[in-house]
């Protein structure tokens, strides 16, 4: 059973195809990476497979459910969670309530207990916090557990929002472009990082640039340019694939 | 019946040029820095009462409007030095309460310099109504609608021929690169307020002998203006110009047709109405949140 | 933290030295509380107000003052904002303990007033038309001008001698056009009036065609009564000329001043309204017992302000001079002995017209304190 | 560190509120406190939405006014006890605002703020006409607030009233900032896509956020009417929902207390101000303008920042 269904998918902007009949399926407890040059449509994928914008025509199944018509935060409760590749932090907030607001699907959220500021939702914020607090050390924040997340570097805002989309309890996290921006070091990190993610039995898709770090990690390969699929398989074959090697090489000359 | 919605039609235009020239001058300034000006009103005023009260005292007509465009810009450009310039990287709220500040302090200044009576200067082509198919016209209004035409073709051209207009259309839409292209950002800042500055005066001397000014004149056309801009997309000269129009219009064929007590709230609900529907004004840029 | 505390007592200090610059004056002294509309939408009727009664006040205290005691005015501004006014009320009373009151430009401001004048017990003198000031009559509270009944009654009364009945109203939607038009639809009846068309306009529209093209279109109208202050009624008379009306035209008392007339220019031609006699002071004939006192307060005013005199500046005139002679004839500031001698005020002459009040009457014009004017020639002439 | 700022600024609040009246001579300056208090409660209504959520209101007069006349209408016309008015006028804007608040909060930056001040003028205008209902523009006289046989008279019984309420105000607006409904608020400022994708229904916590701070508004403008006894459709104005801006604005964007401060400022300026007479104006708009360039964060978050500054200078 797949946990994620994309079928003859297509988005168009102002005539432009930015996302082209486009069909694939994601295994659970996989890692599987979306690659392509600048502007083949990876975005806009994500985007679409989060109901951050609307499908032209196609459809997406998650679960086996047909997410037509479903708002981001409707599949944020059926279980999918992301990162941004232009980050979506908080930076009204802390670093830890970052994360926590991620754990939101899980609290209490009625209003009139928070209002009243009840004991209950007192006991179960200060152990949102402390499972947030872990979270951020899952990721490897833990020196940025009390700082202000306006005064974090550019890398640990990357891994805020990891914490934070796993704060929800995914089953499926899709991370765009986690190591863009990141130094050697760094991506080494998230590598890490989104490895431990996997073996907790998350699904994780990712969108990314760094080849090597695709390369090593994914258990299966998705590539695409214009909006449409180039190839599709394990990291060997699609590394092996002409189409994707001109494309690379076309958008790289 | 023709003649009485002809009639309407023309109160509406009257009414709606006015606006328009007052929704210019938010579009000028927020298209080059994403500030909506709320003392653009006062710009209209201090053109209107400095012409008033130069005319008043003797000054050709001619000479005290030019005189009045000048004192408008160095107030604007003043505005724009000492306290939006400072204040750049705020937050739009506090920018919005800057600029109100801004209108307060203006309003307060003329009541000083001047007076608190109303003041009107001349029609610039006589009284005498022209009649157009059973309605009338008065000359003074088609002033105001050529001025808007004249200057919506003057931006135009400003904006799409000249080096320094398209630098700050670039500006408007990418800060960084257009500082990084060497376009004087604070240059461009301070000219497009000058820019509104005159624009407002202008517009406050065409519409005085048709509405007369005082000290708070400023006030109803800076509403009205704001609405006109954003009913139109905020930052579209063209937009600014037809929902002045629209607005203008409605209300007159509201005080027409339905009632006179309710045509600004008729207005007000068409706007909300247009927004509903188009969240980014009639002719605003659909904008998709790039994620 | 320190300097936290250091701001603080600053800020406090400030706020005292302003708060208490009032407080602290010689005990003698007759103080006079005021509140006016100086700024805001009926700032053209608050300034020469204020302006009046500071020149009076001041020219009284050259003159020795009232029985030797110098007399002080405190003033505020309330913008033409009601709850202002009712705390500014509150501080001339609480605060600055004035022995009376005389202010409240719009009906609003000093119908919010009230309600902290009449429990504190101070005598108040309105500045402002609308008949529920004084109707129903409250102890402490009375009023100098003209109220928009009468002037709705002097108009529809001069309509009747012309033989006009079905006629069109265009009122200005805010305070004193609407209380005016509420006012002149109860009394019509009386006058045999019939009204056929009703339309309002707000203070700052630049155009008002549309309403006055639906009052054209209108069956049977035979005269158009506009009420309303500042520049609004100007606008609708040239509106009115534009669209080449030729139907009687009258303006209520609110445009009784010569700016009415310089800002519609022309159009305002063969316009009537109702006045006090001070807009036409050297018209009144030489036995009428109002022309001295109205062409003195017209000399005065002009050759001070060099500005036109604005019926505006004589209701604060009357006002003044109401409670100075009240003060007198108390024989001192009591409260309740000034409040009964205010209202024994009987036969004064003022700007308004004949004052007579009773304890029914807190304001004590007549009809007759009204002239009804047109304009000629760019500039009043007294028709009746 | 949450909690001694609750509870160290909700005591330092509730001290002030106690002590300040022994600097009192005369009803006047109470007058003045219950009016400067009032404001501070709708502020924190306003900054819940403004300085939280990162929504913006030019309106918030209109729920003002329509709370003060519905429980003017409700106790004069229809013989309603003061109470029961005040609540079901409270839950009518509370209505309203969630009723107007789905179309509207969808839209951005200044397009909303066009759309709250179009509300807020269409709410004046009504009751500026319907004069048969609301006395029309110059006002109508409303009871004092009496609950079972007790009547609020005096500014004095007042000032405690107000007081307490604001202490309460207070509060619930520190509770509610700091619970996951708060924070998910809070998110929707900071990013609303971002607070979409984990989970945050960010449409219903605009409109929660826009319910509440209007329901503030209406329960004060109720107490405000009951207080001055007499109320004019001025108070709805656009002015009006200004003026509540600013104060949010000018005390801090995003503090409660801050809130406070603001409000108690903006409503003492003006009695202060009569001294300057006919400057009053330029020197609250120069206040107002230099007060926004200097420090552009508002006034009690730059004094705290500032404050820290210096103690870890002196450290």
């Known amino acids: 059973m797949s946990l994620l269904k994309v079928d003859g998918l297509s988005k168009e902007f102002g005539g432009v195809h930015a996302i082209e009949d486009l069909s694939f399926v994601i295994n659970p407890g996989t890692i599987h990476s979306i690659i392509g040059p600048n502007g083949a449509g990876k975005t806009t994928l994500f985007n679409l497979i989060t109901a951050v914008y609307t499908p032209s025509c196609g459809k997406i199944l998650f679960d086996d459910k047909d997410i037509a018509g479903k708002k981001p935060y409707e599949l944020a409760a059926m279980g999918m969670s992301r990162t941004f590749q232009n980050l979506q932090i908080f930076f009204n907030m802390p670093a830890i309530e970052n994360v926590m607001v991620g754990h939101h699907l899980h609290l209490n959220r009625r209003f009139l207990p928070s209002l009243l500021r009840l004991p209950a939702v007192v006991r179960r914020d200060r152990e949102c916090r402390d499972y947030c607090a872990s979270l951020m050390e899952f990721v490897g924040l833990s020196r940025y557990v009390g700082a202000d997340a306006a005064s974090m570097p550019y890398g640990a805002l990357k891994r805020l929002e990891i914490a934070r989309a796993l704060a929800a309890k995914p089953r499926l996290l899709l991370l765009d472009e986690p190591a863009a921006g990141l130094n050697a070091t760094e991506s080494r990190e998230i590598d890490e990082v989104i490895k431990k993610v996997a073996r907790t039995g998350v699904t994780v898709v990712l969108v990314e640039h760094d080849m090597k770090m695709v390369m090593g990690i994914s258990d299966a390969i998705l590539a695409i340019d214009y909006g449409r699929k180039l190839a599709e398989g394990t990291p060997a074959e699609v590394r092996a694939n002409p189409a994707v090697v001109s494309a690379y090489l076309g958008a790289h000359a | ?291 | 933290m320190r300097s936290l505390a250091k701001w603080g007592v600053a800020a406090c200090a400030v706020v005292a030295a302003g708060v208490f610059a009032g407080a602290a004056q010689a005990a003698d002294t007759i103080k006079i509380g005021t509140f006016l509309s100086v700024t805001g939408p009926a700032s053209f009727l608050g300034e020469p107000e204020k302006k009046t009664l500071e020149m009076y006040v001041e020219r009284l205290n050259k003159d020795g003052g009232v029985k030797g005691r110098k007399v002080e005015l405190v003033h505020y501004d309330d913008g033409g904002a009601p709850d202002k006014a009712a705390t500014f009320a509150k501080r001339l009373i609480q605060n600055d303990n004035v022995d009376i009151i005389i202010g409240g430009t719009t009906t609003g401001t000093s119908m919010a007033a009230i309600k902290v004048v009449e429990p504190a017990g101070v005598p108040f003198i309105s500045l402002a038309g609308g008949i529920d000031i004084v109707d129903p009559v409250k102890k402490w509270v009375f009023k100098t001008p003209h109220t928009d009944r009468m002037a709705a009654e002097k108009v529809f009364l001069d309509m009747k001698k012309r033989g006009l009945t079905k006629i069109a109203m265009i009122s200005e939607d805010a305070g004193f056009g609407k209380s005016g038009h509420d006012q002149s639809l109860k009394v019509a009846g009386i006058y045999g009036i019939q009204i056929v068309a009703d339309e309002v306009y707000s203070p700052k529209d630049p155009d008002v065609t549309a309403q006055l093209t639906k009052i054209k279109n209108a069956a049977g109208v035979q005269a158009v009564f506009n009420f309303g202050f500042g520049q609004g009624p100007a606008i609708v008379t040239k509106n009115y000329k534009q669209l080449g009306m030729s139907l009687p035209f009258y303006q209520s008392h609110g445009v009784a001043s010569k700016d009415f007339i310089k800002l519609a220019g022309e159009a305002s031609e063969g316009i009537r309204l109702p006045a006090a006699g001070l807009v036409v002071a050297d018209q009144l004939a030489a036995t009428d017992p109002q022309k001295p006192v109205v062409t003195a307060f017209k000399k005065e005013y002009e050759a001070a302000f060099k500005s036109d005199v604005s019926t505006f500046a004589g209701h604060a005139y009357d006002g003044l001079q109401i409670a100075l002679a009240a003060i007198l004839r108390a024989g001192s500031t009591d409260k309740e002995k000034v409040r009964s001698e205010i209202e024994k005020t009987s036969g004064y002459v003022g700007t308004g017209g004949l004052v007579s009040m009773s304890p029914e009457d807190h304001m004590g014009l007549s009809l007759s304190a009204f002239r009804m004017v047109e304009v000629r020639k760019g500039d009043w002439v007294l028709v009746d | 560190m949450w909690k001694t700022a609750r509870i160290g600024g909700l005591g330092a609040l509730a001290l002030i509120l106690v002590l300040a009246p022994l600097g009192f001579p005369n009803a006047y300056f109470y007058d003045i406190a219950v009016k400067a208090l009032f404001n501070a409660v709708v502020c924190i209504g306003l900054n819940l939405l403004i300085g939280y959520g990162g929504q913006i209101s030019l309106g918030h007069a209109g729920f003002f006014a329509l709370g003060a006349y519905g429980s003017a209408i409700l106790t004069v016309t229809y013989k309603l006890p003061a109470l029961p008015a005040m609540l079901l006028s409270a839950l009518g804007v509370g209505v309203l605002a969630y009723l107007i608040g789905r179309p509207i909060l969808r839209l951005k930056g200044h397009y909303l703020a066009m759309a709250t001040l179009g509300i807020g003028i269409i709410i004046h205008i009504v009751l500026k006409t319907e004069s048969g209902l609301t006395g029309g523009p110059d006002g109508m006289g409303v009871d004092p607030f009496s609950v079972m046989g007790f009547t609020m008279m005096g500014d004095r019984m007042w000032y405690w009233a107000a007081a307490a309420l604001l202490v309460l105000a207070v509060w619930l607006s520190l509770n509610l900032i700091d619970s996951p409904v708060g924070r998910a608020l809070r998110a929707v400022h900071g990013s609303e896509v971002g607070a979409e994708v984990v989970g945050v229904d960010t449409s219903s916590y605009k409109v929660m956020v826009f319910v509440v701070s209007a329901v503030f508004a209406s329960l004060i403008g109720s107490l405000f009417a009951h207080k001055d006894g007499f109320i004019t459709p001025d108070i709805g104005s656009f002015f009006r929902s200004v003026e509540f801006v600013v104060m949010v604005v000018l005390g801090g964007m995003a503090s409660t207390f801050g809130s406070v401060v603001g409000a108690i400022i903006l409503t003492l300026l003006p009695q202060v101000l009569t001294v300057v007479e006919d400057y009053e104006a330029m020197v609250f708009g120069g206040i107002m303008m230099g007060t926004m360039i200097f420090l552009p964060k508002g006034l009690l978050p730059s004094l705290v920042a500032g404050l820290r500054k210096r103690g870890g200078a002196a450290q």
């Open chain 2, 1 to 291: 019946m023709f003649a009485e919605l002809l009639q309407y039609l023309f109160a509406g235009l009257t009414s709606g040029a006015i606006y328009a020239l007052a929704g210019l001058g938010f579009a000028i300034i927020y298209n080059s820095s994403h500030v909506i000006n709320f003392a653009q009103g006062e710009f209209i005023m201090i053109g209107g009462m400095s012409t008033a009260m130069m005319v008043a005292a003797g000054v050709p007509l001619p000479v005290a409007s030019l005189l009045a465009v000048l004192v408008t810009m160095l107030v604007g450009v003043a505005l724009e030095k000492f306290a939006i310039e400072p204040a750049r990287n705020a937050d739009v709220t506090t920018i919005i309460i800057i600029t109100i500040g801004a209108s307060i302090f203006l309003r307060g200044l003329a009541q000083i310099v001047w007076d608190k009576e109303f003041h009107s200067l001349p029609a610039f082509s006589g009284e005498t109504p022209l009649n157009v198919g059973g309605a009338t016209l008065m000359p003074q209004s088609i002033w105001v609608v050529g001025v808007a035409v004249v200057v919506i073709v003057a931006l135009w051209w400003f904006f799409n021929r000249t080096l320094f207009g398209k630098a700050m259309l670039a500006t408007s839409f990418n800060r960084l690169a257009a500082q990084l292209m060497g376009i004087g950002v604070k240059k461009v800042l301070m000219v497009s307020f000058a820019l509104s500055a005159l624009l407002g005066a202008v517009g406050g001397i065409v519409v005085t002998p048709i509405t007369f000014t005082n000290y708070e004149a400023g006030i109803m056309l800076g509403l009205k203006g704001f609405s006109a801009a954003v009913l139109g997309g905020l930052g579209n000269g063209m937009g600014a110009i037809v929902g002045g129009l629209a607005v203008g219009i409605a209300e007159a064929l509201a005080s027409g047709y339905l009632s006179s007590a309710y045509k600004d709230a008729v207005a007000f609900v068409i706007i909300l109405f247009v927004l509903f529907f188009l969240p980014n004004g009639l002719f605003g840029k659909k904008g998709t949140d790039r994620v």
